[in-house]
């Protein structure tokens, strides 16, 4: 596919579970985004990754989430002890390069529910 | 899908009119200023951004203008067409590259 891939597209889980999300991004795009939205609101940053490491992860809450992105092409969202308020959908992103007008494309995000 | 912005600002348009959208910014640090389009169940699209020192860039159908002194920023589309009716995100980007989105706008067009 020419898009960002995201699975799954919809995960439930209950409270306390352990969550990871896939982004499988573009190829060849360097830099990979993951960003978080909640109902009514606009993406929120949680990191990005400038090939494997990660570049800024300012955004990520606190210690109960983790990324990676191994290879410098997919990435993982971890999500440890899930609380209901992390339920939100999770966008990942990714550009050709960082910085300038580089374009970012989005996936379709992944609709967490934490019941 | 789940619908995008059920508490968002809505404009209201006819079809074939034109829409202005609005969003103020805070950050003068901002490089680019950039639009999005998100439809319901879809991750956003790009549409437009313009540099921090222009004022003014066009594309096909939108134009965004950009006012540094009072900070604030805002999307035209000519023509509104049904395939506009989405949420429209303006974000900025600083150094890093990371994007910050501002709250959207819910754009209907009345057919």
């Known amino acids: 596919g020419a898009g960002v891939s995201q699975t799954p597209s919809n995960k439930v889980t209950e409270k306390g579970k352990y969550v990871e999300l896939r982004c499988d991004p573009i190829s060849g795009h360097t830099a990979l985004y993951w960003y978080r939205q909640s109902l009514g609101q606009g993406p929120e940053f949680l990191i990005y990754?400038?090939?494997?490491?990660?570049?800024?992860d300012s955004g990520l809450p606190n210690d109960r989430f983790f990324a990676v992105r191994p290879e410098g092409s997919v990435s993982t969202l971890k999500i440890q002890r899930t609380e209901r308020g992390d339920s939100a959908v999770y966008l990942c992103a990714s550009s050709l390069t960082v910085g300038g007008s580089t374009e970012a494309f989005f996936g379709q995000g992944t609709r967490l529910t934490v019941v | 899908g789940e619908s995008v912005g059920l508490h968002l600002p809505t404009l209201s348009v006819q079809e074939g009119d034109n829409s202005i959208i609005n969003c103020a910014y805070s950050n003068s640090a901002s490089d680019y200023f950039i639009w999005y389009k998100q439809e319901s169940g879809k991750g956003p699209q790009f549409i437009i951004d313009i540099r921090s020192n222009m004022d003014k860039r066009q594309g096909q159908r939108v134009t965004v203008l950009l006012n540094k002194t009072v900070k604030h920023l805002s999307l035209q589309i000519a023509a509104t067409q049904p395939g506009d009716s989405a949420v429209y995100f303006c974000?900025?980007?600083?150094?890093?590259?990371?994007?910050?989105f501002g709250g959207g706008t819910r754009v209907l067009v009345k057919p």
């Open positions: 974000a900025f980007k600083a150094a890093g590259n990371k994007l910050t």
């Open positions: 990754f400038q090939g494997t490491g990660a570049a800024d």
